[in-house]
């Protein structure tokens, strides 16, 4: 078609049909797009500062064309379509021309790198209909360096913002194309250069500017201009120029598209204001992120200064001009890194080992990452394991590195993972099954062997040349088969093969002769070498060959130690747990998460970075005689540093030690800076306040900032090589450099100090981050805090807990105290093993190895357990707990804060109940350790951690909603694990056909496989000799397993008639609210569980259907026990605590002595009133009473004695406990008005009560306070707690 012809079409054409036929210069565009430039012959060359920038454009774009490739140096279309740089042409020199991309895959948003400045002979760039979201003026920042840019298209994509005149005005630019974009604002004074400018389809405002020379073409339809005087065009007709962004933006903000998945350009979509990308200045990197990155750092080996907790990180398409720090990075606007990019820096890691550490799973942001050419030298399985736990993984390129051993199948197949580069290092081994999510995958030059795997779907983009396939036709056809692969010759690495834990690796003499003439030779230059020289390679000891060891005996007693006190939320921190060493690789399976030992099991390290910690350091720390490094970065621990660290001093051998980002507070302690072989100190974002100790000579490298460090820095006779004190109060910051807080807040926290015994601490509340500028407060210092009173009803419910469980700690009583959190182990408190928060309600219970603690028939968790909703955190690892699993553990889904629980290491049997394994809270389960069998059940999304190892569990590993961070199920029966971890995939590291073939293949309906502990009833059997180290082995030796009657076969039984009339005659005396105390109710019996339905709540039966046992609490009880409970023959207990019973004692226990078999009595916690009933006391079967925390008052009679437990804590008691013939196991009488108690206990402390004994007016000495016929009792309001302070009148 003529050019005359083809303007008359255009000018007849509708608008848009108009901006969709060419100009004539346009045609001739779309003809050079045909045409090879002149001068280009058949396999032109690229030059090297040509591939620089076209790997820069790559990286800043997200281009995912395989043969943009360093080692392919051909043009487009010169050399092949696959063979190099697609859609890059180039002139006779080499030099590029032209870069133009029209549709295919989208790309990123940019910017255009500066980069492209080095290309002097570029003179078209097309990026057409590739869907690029960006801000324009971002998006070009860098291209009016590229000097001799002639032709620029942009059509087709979702560009909003203004046009910037430093783009109208380019010197050399002739042709501009942004039609069918988002463009508004005003158009900018055109340069007189512009021949031909294309802006139809967009939302430009105002008038076309006059331009200085008329442009030979000009097309502006569907706009929102008021003039089109110079530009032919038209106004758009959706109406929409007036409404859009709400007719306008602020400073600061650009009008942007709302694009969704499927939306194309050009349609009338919703605009609205977002903050341009242009002025969004470098952010702080997130707490967290910040923490990661730095563990990233020193695992990695990154020696950019600038990576720093204070540094700014460049968010997504900001200005590089802008002053930031973390070199390489690119953040979100919340301030988590997106994209690491640290390209061609050879020798930056040049570690012994480098890896990505476990922390890297935290970053969950990260999409890209990029670190090609830096002389990496490891092995590659272990350098890049924790990869596989980044759930936003798209982009990884570790090319031209010194990379070895075999490619592990997991990186494959991260289901985010669109684009792997590999290629130019001595990867070996044949290639995994590969993921069907992977667009790009280059792994050329290496000496992998076998086949190319059959991908699940044709991969766009694959190279896999030069390395030792037979055949790799799956991978690209131009490699059909085994050409363009590496000779016999050089594939016959390592003489063909390596021995079992060894790994086929380059032998870097070059590079170590390079280490050793540091002082004549640039160093730089020689390891610049290593990635791309070809090195002879053999066999070398793998990582994964230095495999974990048994922790030393000691050292695991202080590490458990550990665990306690500071609360470490690992379950594999078990005896027994194999502990990484400190060469082996983290891909290889073991215990002790973040601890690495020696070759003897001595812990060298410690990293426990990102938790939830609390507590302190033990003194038991002295025993890791090898520990040098302790990392505690981020893990939210409010303490004061004193208490936390008071042990630190007996570690000889440590050397480094970083808190940072916590909520460390109080003064820091001169021991710990003068620790003799500490080297290493970071306390950086915390709250520490006070001046700084001096410092010891062995420093050498100090971090304070971000606190509220007061007065000068030490002057010191040795400085401290590397010190940091920005962000203090410090006014002298001689011998550190630092500088003031800009928060003003220096003078004015905790009023400007506190007294004597306390601390100024942060008032931290959920969901604050360390370093946040929070209000802080005088505290008592932590170390003189209290243990605090158990709240009344979690002490009721402990109580019951206690007694159902079989806890023999003598210090589970109402009267104990309950240690906090950071409370020091070493104030005198109560409740072992029991963790309170600053109102006492529990919130961990933790008895580890405390065999036979737990030996009653059948122990459990009783129901009331669900009144400790704020408990979560319960552990009782290796105490020989030998019960039916679901009856023992039923009632813990009903604690609504479970997060963790750990049950291993005893003699649990039968099968996992699927309400355990769903508790919404629960992350952490673990089970490992018993006699469990049956299918594992569907598993909640919620866990995180879940260890199910040495069991007998059988089927196989549920599906689950989401991977488990941290899974293991070896050493069971079944068939395949590899759901829950991909290193026991199969049925590999399972128990043999004749271990699971317990109880014959399986028990009959109404039996449960348990094991048969003849060892242990014959160590019952001789207790007087070696009871205790008998029963210390049941939980270690492995025993057979028998069919045994199952709880739940234990069916209900109908309640005899007698008992059933009695028990309704106590339902109407005490108002019992149970409505299924009926007639021909069914009652659970003894050893029945309450899994099974049933009538009779809180009553349990014998098989004969007569009640044994009575527990009805935490109700609204009143009246009393009618006569007819003298029916009750079989009643041997009865508990009624915190039943808000208001009654004298003598009506409402009148009839109880009537009962024949009566022994255990519990009445605490209500509002019983009077004096005790002598009868009640001399009963001949009762052994145990307790009547804490009501109102009684006057005398206490003579006590029988077959009494062995009377608990009268927190009453009105008058007078002298009476002697008797009595031994009590216990006795308790604290808080009450009595003269003297040596009788009940070793001493008469706190005997009397803080609020006073004249009640009712009268001195409570006398016999009948009240008068005759009256009582002194409590004025209870329907909102009054048992226990309280109440008023007491006469009645």
């Not at 990026?127 to 971002?138: G, S, V, Y």
């Not at 997130?286 to 080996?301: K, V």
Request: glycine fraction near 8%; charge should be negative; aromatic fraction near 6%.
């Amino acid at each position: 078609m003529a050019t005359s012809q083809l303007r008359l079409q255009r000018q007849s054409a509708p608008p848009l049909l108009r901006l969709l036929l060419p100009s004539p210069l346009l045609l001739l565009l779309l003809c050079t797009l045909l045409v090879p430039p002149l001068g280009v012959g058949a396999g032109q060359l690229l030059d090297a500062s040509s591939v620089g920038a076209l790997q820069a454009f790559k990286s800043a774009l997200g281009v995912t064309y395989s043969d943009w490739n360093a080692d392919l140096d051909c043009c487009f279309a010169t050399c092949g379509p696959t063979d190099g740089w697609t859609n890059v042409f180039c002139d006779g020199d080499g030099q590029v021309t032209d870069i133009t991309f029209q549709g295919g895959s989208p790309l990123s948003p940019g910017p255009l790198p500066l980069q492209l400045s080095s290309l002097t002979a570029l003179t078209y760039i097309m990026l057409r209909q590739l869907r690029i979201h960006a801000e324009l003026k971002a998006f070009t920042q860098h291209l009016s360096a590229v000097s001799g840019l002639q032709r620029f298209d942009m059509a087709y994509n979702f560009l909003y913002g203004s046009i910037p005149a430093a783009l109208v005005t380019m010197p050399a630019l002739t042709i501009l194309a942004l039609p069918v974009n988002y463009l508004t604002g005003s158009i900018p004074q055109l340069g007189s250069q512009l021949v031909e400018l294309i802006l139809a389809s967009n939302y430009l405002s105002s008038s076309f500017p006059n331009p200085s020379t008329p442009l030979a073409s000009c097309s502006a339809y569907s706009t929102c201009l008021t003039d089109f005087t110079g530009c032919p065009g038209s106004v758009r007709t959706s109406g929409v120029c007036g409404t859009i962004c709400g007719g306008g933006c602020g400073e600061g903000e650009a009008c942007a598209p709302l694009v969704e998945e499927g939306t194309m350009p050009g349609n009338t979509i919703p605009m609205e204001c977002a903050v341009s990308i242009d002025s969004v200045p470098p952010r702080l990197m997130h707490t967290s992120a910040a923490a990661a990155m730095l563990l990233l750092r020193r695992s990695l080996g990154v020696t950019f200064t600038d990576w720093t907790a204070t540094s700014l990180c460049l968010v997504s398409g900001g200005s590089m001009l802008t002053p930031h720090g973390w070199t390489g990075v690119r953040c979100d606007s919340q301030g988590h890194p997106i994209a690491i990019d640290i390209t061609a820096t050879t020798g930056q890691f040049l570690l012994p080992a480098p890896s990505f550490p476990s922390v890297v799973s935290t970053l969950q942001a990260l999409s890209s990452i990029a670190l090609p050419g830096n002389g990496i030298y490891t092995e590659f399985k272990a350098f890049a394991w924790h990869l596989s736990r980044l759930t936003s993984l798209k982009h990884l390129d570790l090319s031209s590195n010194v990379l070895y051993g075999p490619i592990h199948s997991s990186l494959l197949t991260i289901p985010t993972l669109t684009s792997l580069t590999l290629s130019d290092n001595y990867l070996s081994g044949c290639i995994p099954a590969l993921g069907s999510q992977l667009l790009s995958l280059s792994l050329s030059s290496n000496y992998l062997s076998s086949s190319f795997p059959m991908p699940p779907t044709p991969l766009p983009a694959c190279s896999a040349h030069t390395n030792c396939l037979t055949d790799v036709s799956a991978c690209n056809t131009s490699e059909a088969g085994a050409g363009n692969q590496r000779s016999a010759s050089e594939c016959a690495i390592c003489g063909g093969g390596c021995a079992e834990g060894v790994v086929c690796a380059p032998n870097l003499m070059v590079l170590r002769r390079a280490q050793s003439m540091q002082s004549t030779q640039s160093t730089q230059s020689a390891m610049a070498a290593a990635a791309t020289l070809s090195y002879p390679m053999s066999c070398f000891r793998s990582r994964d060959s230095f495999l974990p060891v048994a922790m030393a005996p000691d050292a695991v007693a202080a590490m458990l130690a550990l665990k306690t006190g500071l609360h470490v939320p690992f379950t594999d921190w078990v005896q027994g747990a194999l502990c990484s060493v400190e060469w082996g690789a983290d891909s290889t399976t073991h215990g002790w998460t973040a601890v690495t030992c020696n070759g003897e099991g001595h812990p060298t390290a410690i990293a426990i970075d990102l938790q939830e910690l609390s507590g302190s350091f033990p003194s038991e720390m002295s025993a890791l005689t090898a520990l040098t490094h302790i990392s505690l970065i981020n893990d939210r621990i409010v303490a004061e540093i004193g208490a936390l660290a008071q042990n630190l001093p007996s570690i000889t051998n440590l050397q480094y030690l970083d808190m940072a980002y916590n909520f460390l507070y109080g003064f820091i302690p001169e021991t710990l800076l003068t620790l003799p072989a500490l080297t290493f100190l970071s306390l950086s974002v915390n709250y520490l306040s006070g001046s700084i100790p001096q410092p010891g000579s062995q420093l050498l490298e100090l971090a304070l900032s971000s606190n509220y460090l007061s007065s000068s820095f030490p002057s010191s006779p040795t400085p401290i090589p590397t010190c940091t004190a920005f962000s203090t109060c410090l006014t002298d910051f001689t011998g550190c450099p630092g500088s003031l807080r800009t928060s003003g807040d220096c003078g004015t926290i905790c009023g400007g100090g506190c007294g004597e015994g306390e601390a100024c601490a942060p008032l931290v509340e959920e969901g604050i981050e360390p370093g946040s500028i929070i209000p802080m407060g005088c505290a008592v210092s932590i170390e003189s805090v209290p243990p605090r009173l158990m709240h009344t009803s979690a002490a009721t419910a402990m109580l019951l807990l206690k007694r159902s469980l079989g806890v023999t700690f003598t210090d589970w009583t109402t009267a104990s105290l309950c240690l906090t959190p950071g409370g020091s182990m070493l104030t005198p408190h109560g409740w072992t093993g029991v963790l309170c928060d600053s109102q006492g309600h529990p919130i961990a219970i933790n008895i580890t190895d405390a065999t036979g603690q737990f030996r009653l028939p059948a122990p459990s968790f009783p129901s009331v357990v669900s009144t400790l909703q704020a408990l979560s955190s319960i552990a009782l690892p290796g105490n020989s707990i030998y019960t039916e699993f679901k009856p023992f553990a039923w009632h813990l889904s009903r604690l609504s804060s479970l997060k963790h629980l750990d049950l291993s290491s005893n003699l649990l049997y039968g099968p996992i109940h699927s309400s355990l394994v769903t508790i919404a809270t629960l992350t952490s389960l673990t089970l490992s350790g018993n006699y469990l069998s049956g299918s594992i059940p569907a598993l909640g999304s919620q866990l995180l951690s879940l260890s199910l190892a040495s069991n007998f569990l059988s089927s196989s590993f549920p599906t689950l909603p989401t991977p488990l961070p941290a899974c293991s199920a070896h050493t069971n029966c079944l068939t395949d694990v590899s759901a829950c971890n991909t290193s026991e995939a199969g049925a590999g590291n399972q128990r043999s056909g004749s271990e699971c073939a317990i109880c014959g293949g399986g028990c009959a309906e109404g039996k449960v496989c348990a094991p048969n502990l003849m060892v242990w009833r014959r160590a019952k059997s001789m207790q007087s000799t070696q009871s205790t180290l008998a029963v210390a082995a049941v939980a270690t030796l492995s025993y057979p397993m028998s069919c045994f009657t199952s709880r739940d076969s234990f069916l209900p039984v109908a309640m005899a008639p007698a008992a059933a009339a009695a028990m309704l005659a106590l339902k109407t005396s005490l108002h019992v609210p149970f409505t299924d105390w009926l007639e021909g109710a069914l009652c659970s019996v003894e050893w029945g569980t309450d899994s099974t339905t049933h009538g009779w709540t809180a009553v349990t039966c014998n098989g004969d259907g007569h009640p044994t046992a009575i527990a009805i609490n935490l109700q609204e009880l009143s009246g009393s026990f009618p006569r007819q409970v003298s029916a009750l023959t079989a009643l041997t207990h009865i508990s009624l605590i915190n039943d808000r019973i208001v009654a004298e004692m003598g009506v409402l226990a009148a009839n109880l002595p009537s009962i024949p078999n009566l022994q255990y009595l519990e009445l605490s916690y209500n509002f019983i009133y009077g004096t005790l009933p002598t009868a009640i006391l001399a009963k001949d079967t009762l052994t145990s009473i307790s009547l804490a925390s009501n109102y009684l008052s006057g005398s206490i009679p003579a006590v029988g004695s077959q009494i062995s437990e009377l608990h009268l804590p927190h009453n009105y008691l008058t007078g002298t406990f009476p002697s008797s013939g009595a031994t009590f196991a216990s006795c308790t009488c604290a808080d009450n008005c009595l003269q003297s108690a040596v009788n009940c206990n070793a001493g008469d402390e706190a005997l009397q009560r803080e609020s006073g004994c004249d009640i009712c007016s009268h001195a409570i000495g006398t016999v009948q306070p009240c008068g005759a016929n009256r009582v002194c009792a409590p004025e209870v309001s329907p909102a009054a707690e048992p226990a309280s302070l109440l008023p007491m009148t006469c009645h």
